[in-house]
């Protein structure tokens, strides 16, 4: 399972804050007239969409409040892709809007996997020494890649398993 990317991470958070859970410029122009923290995360959302960007050029005497915050988050991250993203973002102070917001991405999205794996490794191993339950029965009964769940069980190498297959496992040593 793939991590969840920084664009996807603003369209969920845009649809959430909106009344709406629309991407729509319009709308999302009405709303953030009343509550900056949509405009802010509303405008980082279309400073990396360069099909928004153009709807927003053709339409900005329609969408003032959200052009003239794009003009300035144009100018203030000069230069700014999702490729270059996290290099950028470690060159900002702790207060800028950027930061702050890729921080929220890294720590709700990115962090929270690793945790959860972790959580679910100590709760496994737990359980398989209370039981006696051998390696080479939960990937075989579970059809799981020995490699890898060896790896994450043995050697605590939370990347090699999803965070699916490590539930499935967690579900079949809690059941046995």
Not at 50 to 64: A, C, G, H, M, W
Request: no cysteine; aromatic share 12%.
């Amino acid at each position: 399972m793939k991590t969840k990317t920084f664009m996807s991470f603003l369209k969920d958070y845009v649809k959430d804050m909106n009344p709406e859970q629309s991407l729509s410029l319009f709308k999302n122009e009405k709303y953030a007239r009343l509550d900056a923290r949509l405009l802010n995360v509303y405008t980082f959302y279309v400073l990396f969409n360069r099909e928004v960007i153009k709807t927003l050029l053709n339409k900005q005497d329609k969408l003032p409040v959200l052009y003239k915050k794009y003009e300035n988050y144009q100018l203030k991250y000069n230069e700014l892709t999702l490729e270059n993203l996290k290099l950028k973002v470690g060159t900002l102070d702790a207060f800028d809007e950027l930061k702050q917001l890729y921080t929220s991405y890294q720590n709700l999205v990115v962090n929270k996997n690793l945790v959860l794996k972790r959580m679910y490794h100590k709760k496994i191993i737990d359980i398989k020494n209370e039981k006696k339950i051998s390696n080479y029965r939960i990937y075989s009964d579970l059809n799981l890649n020995h490699g890898n769940t060896n790896e994450y069980l043995k050697n605590k190498k939370f990347e090699k398993l999803s965070l699916l297959n490590i539930k499935k496992i967690m579900n079949y040593v809690a059941s046995l």
